[in-house]
Nanobody, 121 residues
Framework: QVQLVESGGGLVQAGGSLRLSCAAS????????MAWYRQAPGKQRDLVAA???????KYADSVKGRFTISRDNAKDIVYLQMNSLRPEDTAVYYC???????????????WGQGTQVTVSS
């Protein structure tokens, strides 16, 4: 089993920045990739960014050029640096472990509890 704990959410004005962190513990030796999803009220949970242990990344079109996913493989922590935030980025952000293969991210069964990001206009 893998446990995921997110942190770093909060309230920020449009144009501002936040950095989210997700620390994994437990059976982390099997982790291929880690990712961030987000879910706004009344909407489905969507992939924001993913990064494999080998350094491959995948981003949603809506965040390309603004968000950067990075990972400390030694500490099993994944970060999401969010710049130029917009009100439409407001959502609960969730961490996930899964597999990134040939440009497609396959989510796993383990999720964090989520962290709220609110961007005011």
């Amino acid at each position: 089993q893998v446990q995921l704990v997110e942190s770093g959410g909060g309230l920020v004005q449009a144009g501002g920045s936040l950095r989210l962190s997700c620390a994994a513990s437990g059976s982390t030796f099997s982790i291929n990739a880690m990712a961030w999803y987000r879910q706004a009220p009344g909407k489905q949970r969507d992939l924001v960014a993913a990064r494999s242990s080998g350094g491959s990344t995948k981003y949603a079109d809506s965040v390309k050029g603004r968000f950067t996913i990075s990972r400390d493989n030694a500490k099993d922590i994944v970060y999401l640096q969010m710049n130029s935030l917009r009100p439409e980025d407001t959502a609960v952000y969730y961490c996930n472990v899964g597999t990134l293969r040939v440009g497609y991210y396959y989510p796993g069964n383990y999720w964090g509890q989520g962290t709220q990001v609110t961007v005011s206009s």
